[in-house]
């Protein structure tokens, strides 16, 4: 059964709980949700008990139905990639201060 969200694109460059937490529930309607990573990854997929290597369950939790990248966000390739992936997204999602914005461009 189609959710109400299908069709829509989300770039999800968030951490810890809120942001992850609101990315889960477009995808859990429906939506086509991409979660960026750094090289990394989450600080989340540490915490707690691991189901799978380098992934909690809390990170597992609110991380379904999502799709992922990693990137080197200090990188100007990893800047140019994010560049592209905001251009397809129908809703960009991040808890990144202003000023680190400005770096990413």
């Given at each position: 059964m189609?959710?109400?969200l299908?069709?829509?694109?989300?770039?999800?460059?968030?951490?810890?709980?809120?942001?992850?937490?609101?990315t889960?529930?477009?995808?859990?309607?429906?939506?086509?949700?991409?979660?960026?990573?750094?090289l990394?990854?989450d600080?989340?997929?540490?915490?707690?008990?691991?189901?799978?290597?380098?992934?909690?369950?809390?990170?597992?939790n609110?991380?379904r139905?999502?799709?992922?990248?990693?990137?080197?966000?200090?990188s100007?390739?990893g800047k140019?990639a994010?560049?592209?992936?905001?251009?397809?997204?129908?809703?960009?999602?991040?808890?990144?201060?202003?000023?680190?914005?400005?770096?990413?461009?």
């Amino acid at each position: 059964m189609p959710g109400a969200l299908d069709g829509y694109r989300i770039l999800d460059l968030t951490i810890n709980v809120l942001g992850p937490l609101a990315t889960q529930t477009l995808g859990d309607m429906g939506a086509d949700v991409i979660k960026v990573e750094q090289l990394s990854g989450d600080d989340v997929r540490y915490i707690g008990p691991a189901r799978h290597d380098g992934m909690s369950a809390f990170f597992l939790n609110v991380n379904r139905n999502k799709r992922s990248i990693s990137l080197n966000l200090k990188s100007k390739a990893g800047k140019e990639a994010l560049q592209r992936l905001i251009k397809t997204a129908d809703v960009f999602v991040h808890s990144v201060r202003a000023k680190s914005m400005e770096k990413l461009g």
